[in-house]
């Protein structure tokens, strides 16, 4: 498990192109969500303007198998920007202690990565003081979650009509 920060790329470029990689594979390809993909990298505004953390399952060869970005919900969210108008519930949370995990990608359907995702998620928020994560999934996702042992509390869902999407804690 690595945690790494935006300003790390030039330390890290393998990582980094494998994460982003990564992510135009399962956000694009796969789920065919609406994301920019340049270059078969997908980076969005918040890696190129936040200098976000985030959590990388690096197996032993320096393969990276899934990945997590976190945003602080005292700065812009993707919950904020991007999906505010989507619930009806107000889901626009400020708070020091609560932040965002988005782009939760596990590479190759394995999961044991999730699994291990997971838990150095809870150990980076436990040791930096972060009390709450607040995360937007596919409302179907909470199936996989409930497998790999995770039920987070969701506490909005899309307006109908929208992509089924919650937003948990």
Known sequence: MKVLKA????LYPE?????FRG????????????????DG?????????????YLLDVDEQGIVRGSLRLLPTTSMTMI????LDFFEEPVDFVDPNMWECTK???????????????????R???NCGIERIVGLYELQMERVYARIGWKPRRIAAAKPGLVKLGVGV
């Open 15 to 19: 990582l980094f192109d494998q994460m």
């Open 23 to 38: 992510r135009a594979e399962v956000f694009h390809q796969r789920l065919r969500w609406p994301v920019a993909v340049k």
């Open 80 to 83: 904020r920007r991007e999906f």
């Open 41 to 53: 990298l997908e980076i969005d505004y918040y890696d190129l303007k936040c200098d976000p953390p």
């Open 104 to 122: 939760f990608c596990v590479h190759k359907g394995d999961s044991a990565t999730s699994i291990r995702l997971l838990i150095g998620l809870h």
């Open 124 to 126: 980076l928020y436990t």
């Open 7 to 10: 300003h790390d790329r030039k």
